[in-house]
């Protein structure tokens, strides 16, 4: 069982927030912390923030011992060519997979991959 985590990108202050710093985690990714207005019903209002943009944790490490994240530049090689690519960890279909120029790479657990940045 991996270890569910994540991180996200402040769009205001452009860098890295840790999954701690979060407040709430929508099901949809949504990022949701406490009202900054009062309202007229007794519960805790929550309300969407709109300012940080979610990466979930894939639970796979690169060769340096990296946690590999949703949205992070991987360069990897390709045994069935002998090629080395770049491209971007995405969630699509129900599983994490690579993202080139060219194709689309879902056996994300296969490559010999090395985290090189992330797309912001």
Not at 24 to 30: E, M
Not at 46 to 58: A, H, N, V
Request: with cysteine; glycine share 8%.
């Amino acid at each position: 069982m991996r270890p569910i985590k994540f991180r996200a990108w402040d769009k205001i202050n452009k860098c890295m927030v840790c999954s701690h710093s979060l407040t709430w985690i929508g099901f949809d990714g949504s990022i949701w912390t406490e009202a900054g207005r009062k309202f007229d019903t007794p519960n805790m209002e929550i309300e969407t923030d709109g300012t940080l943009e979610i990466m979930q944790f894939t639970g796979l490490h690169d060769k340096n011992g990296i946690e590999i994240y949703e949205s992070d530049k991987v360069k990897f090689h390709d045994e069935l060519t002998g090629k080395y690519f770049v491209g971007v960890v995405e969630f699509k279909d129900g599983s994490f997979c690579i993202v080139t120029e060219f194709i689309t790479h879902y056996r994300l657990i296969d490559y010999d991959m090395e985290v090189i940045g992330n797309i912001y």
